[in-house]
């Protein structure tokens, strides 16, 4: 059953890898003329843009382009290693699931960043929506986020046993 469960959440972080990679794959094969402008709305909420990042999250790394690669490198190890040392516990269901999505959206990120020396962003909230609608995102930050939250929780989880 152990085991079952590990092939469980190697399949997630696969799925959110595979996912988010073929929607780069189609957003790369845009017009060239329509990098980094919107070329698909969904009503007010959503655009759909090309946006190729050589920085990291929130500009972090600006003009530093080598420090963000090497530094998503390291970061992608470390989840790695982490995500493999909580497979061999009992129960913690939220952090391996935390762990899981980081490691996914890590992936992801980190395989665009080596393949092609930046990272493809796709997705822009309305400016309208506060902080969120500064940033253009991809389906990778958005698990790397919800897995952070997660495994964050699933951290305190271990710390109060």
């Not at 390291?74 to 909580?86: D, G, H, P, Q």
Request: glycine share 10%.
């Amino acid at each position: 059953m152990k085991a079952l469960k590990r092939i469980f959440y190697l399949l997630i972080g696969v799925g959110i890898f595979a996912g988010d990679l073929i929607i780069k794959e189609k957003v790369e094969k845009w017009p060239k003329e329509r990098e980094e402008v919107a070329v698909h709305t969904m009503g007010d909420a959503l655009q759909l843009v090309r946006f190729r990042n050589r920085k990291g999250s929130f500009n972090f790394g600006k003009n530093h382009e080598k420090v963000v690669y090497i530094l998503a490198i390291c970061f992608t190890a470390l989840v790695t290693l982490m995500w493999i040392l909580s497979m061999g516990l009992v129960g913690h269901n939220m952090l391996k699931l935390g762990l899981t999505f980081l490691l996914g959206g890590a992936y992801s990120n980190t395989y665009d960043r080596v393949r092609r020396g930046y990272v493809v962003d796709y997705a822009k909230w309305n400016p309208k929506a506060g902080i969120f609608g500064r940033y253009i995102w991809n389906i990778a930050d958005f698990f790397i986020l919800i897995g952070s939250l997660l495994t964050f929780g699933g951290l305190l989880q271990l710390d109060n046993e």
